[in-house]
Nanobody
């Protein structure tokens, strides 16, 4: 099992910045991917940014809509992933979820944080 605890989020003005954190615990050695998704009202949950391999120097994957504005980073010693969000836009308003997955034998398991609200408004 993997537990994910998020922090950060809140209200920001357009053009402002916010930083999200996600701390993982449990079977972190078996985590494959780890990153962030978001879900706006009336829309499907979508990928924001993720590490393609959390336990090694894997590459990152970003949604086109956030490239150049958001940066995902990690602190392996703290088993924590961060999402630095700059140049925020009203359309970034959503609930942001930390996500991790792992493989056990041939089975893939997905884990989600509780979600944190990000609101971008003047």
């Amino acid at each position: 099992q993997v537990q994910l605890v998020e922090s950060g989020g809140g209200l920001a003005q357009p053009g402002g910045s916010l930083r999200l954190s996600c701390a993982a615990s449990g079977s972190i050695f078996s985590i494959n991917r780890m990153g962030w998704y978001r879900q706006a009202p009336g829309k499907q949950r979508e990928l924001v940014a993720t590490f393609t391999s959390f336990t090694s120097s894997g590459s990152t994957n970003y949604a086109d809509s956030v490239k150049g504005r958001f940066t995902i980073s990690r602190d392996n010693a703290k088993s924590t992933v961060y999402l630095q969000m700059n140049s925020l836009k009203p359309e970034d308003t959503a609930v942001y979820y930390c996500h991790a997955d792992r493989w056990v034998a041939a089975n893939q398991y997905h884990y989600w944080g509780q979600g944190t609200q990000v609101t971008v408004s003047s």
